[in-house]
């Protein structure tokens, strides 16, 4: 245990009192010449916000001292929640006059004033902005004759920013801009900034997705070093590189991605013994060879963190010259790779594995369309086009069923969500909104790819190399409790322990539910129910998985954590690990776990907002037009419906004109006061468009039809 899980531990005790660091460098036994390394880590852990130190100058928890650290969650109204970093503790709601100058996503100590209740959020107030969240804002200018003022973008900034004349910089009335803040608000007064980027008026093609980029910081350039530094990497691979590796070149493997994919992680080859055994390879791109650590390359890697899949274009985490070229698994081209070879019996149990850095030649780049299009439809044209390679299909299909049914057999949830495919024109418009394909070939690469990340953890963890895993901890005992209370009005209950939840319970239960009414709805719940996966240098359980170890291993152009993970699986296959490489990592994988989980949080929002932001612009093209869908959320202010082609609307409680209807919260129904008319998730209904709001990203349905 680190020093400062031990100071955490004993300041948690229930008799610990406060006291200053000169007592605690006593309490545990700190030598006089480690004083200062111990003060500075007291500090540290001042600035991480896990410790406070008092006005009398003496150190405590936080929770011990009635006050809560975490991150502001604004709302639109000018209230806003702190979101505790302790996990354990409950969000606190902060009155718009107990922000105190605190904005959405600043860091902040709060006072409780009141404690809540089972029906009641605790109260606080912001004693301290540990950390500003923004410090440019995304908004619409706005001009008056002696100043300006941005409106922001993101509702959960709920003030304008004020804008001297001086600092215009050319911005006119109803342009995007970029702003930077150069002073805070006060309790009555508005941020104060200065327009540094104009990214063209609200109207204007491509301004939209712009927009989206600088809210999150996102950005397609790279600095000018980097550039520099990717261009000098030599496109020959030296044959002192190839020889010293496992040469797989003369070996069936190739790639399966989608069809406009552009970086090619993975390769595959599969086979199968006399014995009935198999041996599957995953060979992914050996990105670390080019990407060295601490480098300008690998620095401006870990700030991104992921490449982000915007609805019209890739920010990738790393230069395209890479990304696209020399770590993409082209076909028909020599490309380094970290392989593992994973000796399967006919139950799918893994018996034995092989990490070897190796060299392949990819015979062929091919996509999830044409493979499906073989094994399920058995498609004379594409069967005679890929000839060479359809053995090898069906392989993969026998294989990726065995490995299917095993991972089902311990309970490994499979949601099954649909996903949206948005198609633009060459303006950006969006021409057709579609669901996308989850289909055969998919559900293989799937398979390959959880089995060798699987693979991976387990050997690295028993290695007792620090590692970095993918987690996915256990949900809450209310969250679930208040889930079995909802299924129970279904009919429905999960079988075993009432004390523990296993993830087999969960399975079983979609199961159950499959094509019938209410499976959108319990799908919906269940999620809700269950915690965020992320980033963890602590092995701990994959619930969703129900898989004891895993990581991520087989993206390294696109996520750092990957990188990071192939860094030191190459180490330690050459002996390159002793005490001190040790002691460094078991320092830098919590920041790396953290940082990456962020990133990744990051990216998903932006994401959504633009398939948002294109579905709001594909939806107003078609005001008047009537369409079928399934109430996907229902809240006190009205019913969420979503269509065929996943695009989601609200008809407003206020619409629905046949009665007085209240929200049922523990049955997530609104219902009708007098005829007891309910509408709940999962029932279909027939809606008609009848209002957009492109800057809002929200669209208005009217239900002019129950459908049985």
Known sequence: MNIKNKILRFMKEQAYKPVKKEELANIFDIEKNQLKEFYSILDEMEKECSIVKTREETYGVPEK????????????????????????????????????????????????????????????????????????????????????????????????????????????????????????????RNPEGKVIEVLGNVNDVGTDILSIERKYNLSETFPEEVMLDAENISETIPEREISRRLDLRDKKIFTIDGIDAKDLDDGISVEKLENGEYILGVHIADVTHYVHENSTIDKEAYKRGTSVYLVDRVIPMLPRKLSNGMCSLNPKVDRLTLSVFMTIDKNGKIKDQNIKETVINSKARLNYKDVSDILENNDKELIEKYNEFIDEFKLMEELSKILRRKREQRGSIDFDFDEAKIILDTEGDPVEIKKYERRISNRIIEEFMLAANETIAEYMYWTQTPFLYRIHEDPDE?????????????????????????????????????????????????????????????????????????????????????????????????????????????????????????TERIADEAERETDELKMVEYMS??????????????????????????????????????????YDEKNYSLVEERTKKTYRIGDIVKIRVVNTNIAKREIDFLLVEEKE
């Open 65 to 188: 001292l009635g006050l809560r650290f975490g991150k502001i969650q604004g709302n639109s109204r000018g209230f806003g929640f702190l979101i505790p970093d302790d996990i354990e503790s409950r969000d606190v709601f902060l009155s718009p006059n107990n922000l105190n100058g605190a904005l959405h996503n600043d860091r902040v100590l709060v006072r409780l004033y009141k404690k809540g209740d089972e029906d009641k959020r605790p109260e606080g107030e912001v004693i301290r902005i540990v950390e500003r969240g923004n410090k440019n804002i995304v908004g619409i200018f706005q001009k008056s004759k002696n100043f300006g003022f941005v409106v922001p973008d993101d509702e959960k900034i709920s003030v304008d920013v004020f804008i001297p004349k001086s600092e215009f910089q050319g911005a006119k009335d109803d342009d995007k801009v970029v702003v930077e803040i150069t002073k805070w608000p006060e309790k009555r």
């Open 478 to 598: 209310d969250r679930i409790e208040d889930f079995k209370k909802f299924i129970y009005n279904f009919g429905y209950k999960l079988k075993g322990n009432d004390e523990d939840i296993h993830p087999k319970q969960l399975q079983e239960l979609l199961e159950k539910i499959e094509g019938k009414k209410e499976e959108t709805v319990i799908n919906t719940i269940m999620l809700r129910s269950l915690k965020k996966a992320e980033y963890s240098n602590e092995r701990k359980t994959h619930f969703g998985l129900a898989a004891k170890y895993y990581t991520h291993f087989t993206s390294p152009i696109r996520r750092y954590p990957d990188l990071t993970i192939h860094r030191i699986i190459k180490w330690f296959i050459n002996n390159e690990i002793d005490e001190k490489k040790k002691t460094k990592l078991e320092k830098k994988l919590p920041k790396i776990a953290e940082h990456c989980s962020s």
């Open 621 to 662: 093209k078609r005001i008047g037009e009537e369409y079928e869908g399934v109430i996907s959320g229902v809240t006190s202010f009205g019913l969420f419906v979503e269509l065929d082609n996943t695009i989601e609307g609200l008809v407003h409680v206020s619409t629905l004109t046949d009665g007085y209807y209240h």
